[in-house]
């Protein structure tokens, strides 16, 4: 190990090294760019005059907001001027050749403050104002993280960024809880339209598919308007890929990571997979054999002539590729690899970006399952230790073109692609309460993962037609989850022998075979007129959409039988047993068991239409209001595969729901906003939930059926938030909210004789919570601190929920937090950067209090999860007379603190994930 980790940190020091003697090729010529937001509502202006002063070149800002302007290398004033806005004057922008100065500029209307702006111009901080400023303007209560943002994190997907934002939490390191709600009370759009779920059994978009690389902006909507979808309870994460560059660009990444637990240690469990695994396309391999026929596998009986003969049998079982058992590998490092380039040539603009991730993870875990003893002591059941490796292969590809039909027009295809390739091998061994002795369970198991949106939109600025804006787009999004041939064994231990034996149980030579798709086809339009009348000014804004949203999902289930095994040594690993001469009658038999709910379609649409006035009454006052109507169809049809005459269990929902939202904003001064607002929301049941299919994923442990009967749950939103802007760089905000549910849908236990969980509508809940955000500059304190700047935000969140007396049979309490909330959450970030040297060090930490995993059921108290803190590291560093080079180093959990779970003050489960420690080398073809 020692070897292999000198050679690892010698090759790190040598791209270092490279890159110090990388010279960037001179030029007299450099650019200034940037993007103008409207404070008053926070959109961004087009036809805004750029004038470099006293005379020099002019420009105009473009429908976005960007403008670009190129400059001898030297320092200029710029006036930017727009019809109904105050002049803004920026002083000493300093323009360096080869490179591009981002200079974003905040535009007030007339109607909110008389007279000139002057601004000093401050490098490194544009990106920053910009999203300030958009967030004073905007209607509703919102956060974002910018890309000027994410290039200053230790992540490297958007499940890492998100822990940034104020009141949000990730569990199971993909799903994101915004104020203390589970993942199912969150929506995600992509470029404007809603992202299909890749998961069979959660109404959930995995955050981890998303290479950061590939993102220009997060926003995170907390407060509802009726131009946003109506199923908005938590928030609204809106992810807007990499944006048409300002100027040409080129960069290139290449990075390593080392994980504590994992990298060049011996102990990694992998298995015989497919030669195309480490490209993330391993699902070939495993594919079901080509023989194997459509019709159930079962054997043919005396009276039913529809299965087949035992030849036949064991044709297809010796069909199945023998690889069932695990064995340990040295761990690798991590490899990532980023390309973006673009450029805009004539009125045609391009954009593509490439990001590839592979990671390496073994974590061994501790795990108890309790049950309620005839003393109401909670008493062990099965008591595990897990053994987990785990290989990512994560891809993700960006390419969007626009065209500028005049200064007015544009047409953009925007089309993004992601793929996640997981290879995980799973060991688990200890005491099993049903067999009364232990066991080992060996699974193989690969997903495969996959995301696609294209769009196609228009904007068009019609100023002759009543000062309006039309804009519509056609989005079709693609998710799909392939699990092919996952496999299973499970040998018991003869306490007689000391030996563990292979043991006939339902999850023992078991191969399963999942396949989901789901499409979504989005069109929408939107018109926006402008209007302007004495003191009023603001906008009118209607639009449509017909969303139709499809999924098909099909699980097959096989298991080698015990026939005939008397002869056989079952003590032998699983690979030895079923070779090819052991398959058959007398040995192992093929058999399905795939069951009558195993394979569902579904389909939903959702029409809506929706007006919003959105109105300036003078300097101080703004109101937003309007109305949305969703009418939503659902429909579930779960059928046997093999019995097409058997009856369906078929689940319909069909609602129309009137969803009205209401907003004040009060501006106290220039630098201050007082803004509340209330609206009515929903939450619909996910197709799983509302499909009778049922899976375990532990042996001995839960399975989860859903429930055709769920309701939709209908919410109320209350919000209100202070924001002060000390200067275009800070804030300090307080914020409230409030959220009344009816009908909330919890997952409960089943009062049945095995271990099944389900999908019930609660009577109701209420959660409600403060927020503080900070972030503030040091030099106030002590001039010597000018390059330090601090920020922390904190959430506190409570919440109830109200369990029917119905379900007190069943669920432990009547009266308790939601599950997954979090009552605390923190974070904090302490920043250096020098100016002239552009170097910039980081130190990051996040908090999230203790929540419950579990709902305890059958008298057993609930399951917690407790507290967790983490401390992540950066240091960044810019290379090269140029800057073209770039170095970045970063250390990920540093407290590396336990993961607990723990039940009635008793251990249910514990693991550390370990440390990672990265570094990434980047060269920009075209300067910084």
């Given at each position: ?614 109105t300036n009454l003078g300097r101080r006052w703004r109101v937003i209001g309007g109305l949305r109507v969703e009418n939503d169809t659902q429909n579930v049809r779960t059928f046997d595969l093999y019995k097409p005459d058997f009856p369906p269990v078929i689940s319909r929902l069909n609602k129309t729901d009137p969803l009205p939202a209401a907003s004040l904003i009060y501006r106290a001064r220039m630098d201050m906003n007082l803004r509340v607002s209330i609206s009515q929301t929903l939450n619909r049941p996910e197709f799983r939930e509302l499909a009778p299919f049922e899976f375990t994923d532990v042996i001995g442990g839960y399975s989860a059926i859903g429930n055709p009967d769920l309701e ?216 910084e």
């Amino acid at each position: 190990m020692r070897g292999r980790l000198a050679l690892w940190v010698g090759s790190v020091f040598v791209s270092v090294m490279l890159a110090t003697s990388g010279l960037a090729v001179a030029d007299q010529i450099g650019r200034t760019a940037g993007v103008i937001v409207n404070v008053g509502d926070g959109s961004f202006l087009s036809n805004v005059s750029i004038t470099v002063l006293p005379a020099g070149p002019t420009a105009q800002s473009d429908l976005d907001g960007n403008y670009l302007i190129s400059l001898p290398a030297g320092t200029y004033d710029f006036e930017f001027r727009a019809a109904g806005f105050m002049t803004q004057r920026v002083t000493g922008i300093v323009v360096k050749t080869e490179q591009t100065t981002v200079q974003d500029v905040a535009f007030n209307p007339e109607n909110m403050q008389l007279g000139e702006v002057t601004v000093v111009a401050e490098a490194q901080k544009a990106s920053e104002v910009a999203l300030l400023a958009e967030r004073r303007g905007a209607a509703t209560v919102q956060d974002s993280i910018g890309a000027h943002e994410i290039s200053k994190t230790t992540g490297s997907n958007a499940s890492d960024l998100m822990q940034r934002v104020t009141g949000v939490s990730i569990v199971d390191n993909r799903f994101v809880y915004v104020r203390g709600l589970g993942e199912r009370y969150s929506s995600t759009m992509l470029n404007g339209s809603v992202v299909p779920s890749t998961q069979p059994d959660k109404k959930v978009v995995s955050f981890d598919l998303f290479p950061a690389s590939l993102l220009e902006n997060i926003r995170t909507e907390k407060s509802y308007t009726p131009d946003q979808p109506g199923e908005f309870s938590a928030g609204l994460v809106k992810l807007e890929t990499v944006d048409f560059p300002r100027n040409p660009t080129l960069k290139v990444s290449y990075g390593q990571g080392f994980d504590t637990s994992t990298t060049f240690k011996n102990n990694f469990l992998t298995y015989s997979g497919g030669k195309n695994d480490w490209w993330g396309s391993g699902v070939g391999s495993r594919s079901l054999p080509a023989g194997i026929p459509s019709q159930r596998l079962v054997r043919r009986g005396a009276f039913d002539t529809s299965g087949f003969t035992p030849e036949q049998l064991q044709q297809f079982g010796q069909a199945f590729s023998n690889t069932w058992d695990a064995r340990s590998s040295e761990g690798l490092p991590e490899q990532k690899f980023s390309l973006v380039a673009g450029d805009t040539i004539g009125r045609f603009g391009l954009v593509f970006a490439v990001a590839k991730n592979n990671t390496y993870h073994q974590q061994r875990e501790k795990r108890n399952l309790y049950v309620l003893g005839g003393d109401n002591q909670l008493n062990a059941k099965n008591s595990y230790d897990f053994d987990i490796g785990q290989a990512t292969v994560r891809t993700g590809i960006v390419g969007n073109l626009a065209y500028q039909v005049s200064q007015n027009h544009r047409l953009i295809f925007r089309n993004f692609y992601t793929r996640d390739g997981a290879d995980e091998t799973r060991i688990l061994e200890g005491a099993n309460g049903d067999l009364a002795r232990d066991i080992r369970d060996t699974r193989l198991r690969y997903t495969l993962e996959g995301v696609y949106s294209g769009q196609l939109s228009g904007e068009h600025l019609m100023p002759k037609l009543w000062n309006s804006m039309f804009e519509w787009r056609v989005t079709y999004s693609r998710s799909t989850l392939d699990e092919p041939d996952m496999r299973e064994t499970v040998y018991d231990l003869d306490q007689a022998t000391g030996e563990y034996t292979l043991f006939s149980d339902s999850q023992s030579g078991l191969r399963t075979f999942t396949d989901l798709n789901e499409r979504i086809w989005d069109p929408a339009v939107d018109w926006t007129k402008f209007f302007t009348l004495g003191r009023l000014s603001g906008s009118f804004k209607i639009g449509a959409s017909h969303r139709t949203r499809e999924r098909d999902f099909d699980y097959r289930r096989f298991r080698f039988m015990f026939r005939n095994v008397r002869s056989l040594d079952l003590t032998l690993p699983a690979e030895q047993l079923f070779v090819p001469e052991n398959i058959g009658p007398n040995g192992f038999e093929i058999r399905e068991e795939t069951r009558n709910t195993d394979h569902y379609e579904a389909k939903q649409i959702t029409r809506a239409f929706y007006g919003m006035l959105d109105t300036n009454l003078g300097r101080r006052w703004r109101v937003i209001g309007g109305l949305r109507v969703e009418n939503d169809t659902q429909n579930v049809r779960t059928f046997d595969l093999y019995k097409p005459d058997f009856p369906p269990v078929i689940s319909r929902l069909n609602k129309t729901d009137p969803l009205p939202a209401a907003s004040l904003i009060y501006r106290a001064r220039m630098d201050m906003n007082l803004r509340v607002s209330i609206s009515q929301t929903l939450n619909r049941p996910e197709f799983r939930e509302l499909a009778p299919f049922e899976f375990t994923d532990v042996i001995g442990g839960y399975s989860a059926i859903g429930n055709p009967d769920l309701e939709r749950t209908r919410v109320r939103n209350y919000d209100a938030r202070w924001d002060w802007f000390p200067s275009s760089t800070e804030l300090i905000s307080v914020g409230f909210f409030k959220k009344d549910f009816e009908n909330p849908i919890e997952r409960v236990i089943q009062p049945t004789s095995s271990l099944r969980t389900t999908f019930v509508n609660a009577q109701g809940a209420a959660n409600w919570g403060l927020e503080f955000d900070i972030r503030k500059g040091l030099a106030p304190l002590w001039a010597p601190l000018e390059p330090l700047s601090a920020s922390v935000n904190y959430t506190l969140v409570d919440s109830n929920i109200e369990i029917g007396q119905q379900d007190l049979v069943v669920v432990t309490s009547l009266s308790r937090p939601l599950a997954g909330q979090s009552r605390h959450v923190l974070n904090g970030v302490l920043e250096f950067h020098h100016e002239n040297r552009g170097s910039l060090a980081r130190l990051l930490f996040n908090y999230r209090g203790r929540r419950i995993s579990d709902v305890g059921a059958l008298g057993v108290p609930d399951i917690f999860e407790s507290g967790y803190p983490r401390l992540d590291a950066l240091f960044s560093q810019p290379l090269g007379e140029g800057r073209q080079w770039g170095l970045k180093l970063s250390a990920e959990n540093l407290l590396n603190h336990i993961h607990e779970y723990t039940q009635g003050g008793l251990p249910v489960r514990t693991y550390t994930t370990g440390r990672k420690f990265s570094v990434t080398l980047s060269y920009s073809f075209f300067g910084e």
